[in-house]
């Protein structure tokens, strides 16, 4: 399922690993690149006026308790008790931007291998499998020494020697045991993503199995073992080929992306570069876990039929055992200002796309609201500004969209508009007509009208919001780890209410300079 404003399919793989979009649990799972976007801002339907949702929404706050554990580790509890269903979601702060140079994909990596299981899952004799997993470790390093040297007879036997422990070592290993336990207990929605702001773990259960997870998750993250690892490594590079080297679009945001951000790692592709790919060990991975996926940088959100007591009392059992680590170390590049355009044209076999970026400033920010009011203004739906202009009136675009927030919003950002051109037309043209409908914002305050249905969209979504509890967990740690307060979900409809045609106008004019643009051209290679 994809979000209510339509990724074209061609767009689906890059703008998927954000996991809510209008919080109704459309879960984007295509792979690593992630969008950030307001889930208040997500849709056109109509709804009640704000006066009446307020006391909805104080029942909703009021039903949320938190704590903390000694070792650092928070949870959010949404007590409700519509279904006996459970809704979890581990939030660990860390994601592609945060990985060492030489290691990019680090991230993504670990999140695949957290699948793999224990000491005790996913194996059926640990002690047997443990020596043959630091022999294939030895192995490899030796054969990058060789392959070094350009000794490549070794290097064949080396290779040889490696597949042969390998074998032995899958005869010892419980495929997908982990994934078993929940699907047998009555879990549904296992799965995890990795963006470039943080990594996330999630599923639901019956809520009498409110231990089970406890004690699965726990010991996921207490002593993992990152098995099937250079299998693993196989199963990536080809999503890489896929999702990258073998499609035209996925060649084109990777470079646009890396010409928007000059220096911070948000340059980066959260699937990681081949050669870093390539060169990756279980060390690495097992120092970035050690490194990151510590209590105090571990959020948990659990939202349904549960009892906060006794959530709290499980916790300290199990998620007790965890020892307190060192603060993670935090992102220290800051991208400066942009001070001239910035282009990037590729020919490939393609239809011809267009892409414009311009950057903006974090979630947190005080108008980070008001961009994403600019961006339902413009992209939300039918009667959205571009759709009504390009596709519609002018139809030189089968398809002209934008979003806040890329590739993710912890830092500061991208507001990216994409528009797939229509036979006939030109790149050129579709610039020209994006463009006009950025500068009215500039020059032509929005009208009152077409404000109110932005912020009606808003109050809308939020109420949906509140019917989903996995997408309730997906938005307080959202905005509890990012803000540092989940009540500001909450708070942010108030924001919204707030705005004003004057907003808009002082944004668009801060924000839509020529200095500030990056232009992505993708043509057709016949052009």
């Not at 640990?126 to 030796?142: N, W």
Request: with cysteine; aromatic share 10%; hydrophobic share 40%.
């Amino acid at each position: 399922m994809f979000p209510s404003w339509r990724v074209p399919p061609d767009l689906q793989h890059i703008l998927g690993r954000r996991i809510w979009r209008g919080l109704i649990l459309t879960l984007l799972i295509c792979l690593f690149w992630g969008i950030s976007t307001n889930p208040l801002l997500a849709d056109e339907t109509p709804v009640r006026p704000q006066s009446s949702i307020q006391p909805y929404l104080d029942r909703v706050m009021d039903e949320v308790s938190e704590f903390r554990l000694d070792n650092g580790m928070k949870f959010i509890v949404l007590e409700r008790h519509k279904a006996p269903v459970v809704s979890f979601l581990i939030y660990a702060d860390v994601g592609g931007a945060n990985e060492p140079v030489g290691q990019t994909g680090v991230a993504h990596y670990l999140e695949h291998l957290a699948f793999k299981g224990t000491k005790r899952i996913g194996t059926t004799n640990y002690q047997q499998e443990q020596p043959l997993l630091e022999r294939m470790d030895r192995l490899f390093a030796q054969i990058q020494a060789a392959e070094k040297q350009g000794k490549s007879e070794e290097v064949s036997q080396l290779v040889a020697e490696f597949e042969k422990v390998q074998a032995e070592a899958s005869k010892l290993v419980e495929p997908n045991e982990f994934s078993k336990i929940v699907e047998r207990a009555g879990g549904v929605g296992l799965n995890a993503a990795t963006s470039t702001d943080s990594t996330v773990y999630f599923y639901s259960l019956p809520a009498n199995k409110l231990e089970l997870w406890m004690s699965l998750e726990s010991e996921r993250f207490l002593e993992p073992v990152f098995r099937e690892f250079f299998k693993e490594k196989q199963v990536i590079l080809e999503e890489r080929r896929l999702r990258t080297d073998n499609s035209p679009v996925g060649q084109m945001i990777e470079k646009f992306t890396a010409e928007a951000f000059k220096v911070h790692p948000y340059r980066r592709p959260v699937i990681g570069y081949v050669e870093d790919l390539k060169g990756l060990n279980r060390d690495n991975v097992q120092d970035f876990f050690e490194t990151y996926y510590v209590p105090n940088n571990l959020t948990v959100a659990i939202v349904g039929d549960v009892d906060p007591t006794q959530v709290k009392q499980l916790a300290q059992t199990y998620f007790g055992r965890y020892k307190a680590g060192p603060e993670p170390p935090k992102i220290q590049e800051v991208e400066p200002p942009q001070q001239e355009t910035r282009e990037v044209t590729m020919k490939l076999p393609s239809q011809p796309w267009y892409f414009e970026g311009y950057h903006r400033p974090a979630l947190a920010h005080p108008d980070h609201v008001i961009y994403e009011a600019i961006a339902s203004i413009l992209s939300n739906g039918r009667t959205s500004r571009l759709y009504q202009s390009l596709v519609q009136k002018q139809q030189i675009a089968l398809a002209a969209e934008g979003f806040s927030g890329y590739p993710g919003d912890k830092y500061p950002n991208l507001m990216l508009f994409y528009a797939l051109t229509a036979p006939g037309h030109t790149v050129e043209e579709v610039a020209v007509a994006l463009r006009n409908q950025i500068e009215r914002l500039k020059t032509e305050p929005v009208s009152p009208e077409e404000l109110e249905r932005v912020k009606t969209q808003a109050r809308a979504s939020l109420l949906r919001s509140l019917d989903s509890n996995m997408g309730m967990a997906f938005a307080l740690l959202e905005y509890e780890v990012k803000t540092g307060d989940w009540m500001n979900l909450f708070k942010q409809l108030d924001a919204i209410s707030k705005i004003t045609p004057a907003d808009i106008q002082r944004v668009a004019q801060e924000t839509f300079r020529p200095e500030n643009r990056t232009i992505g051209k993708l043509l057709s290679q016949d052009s």
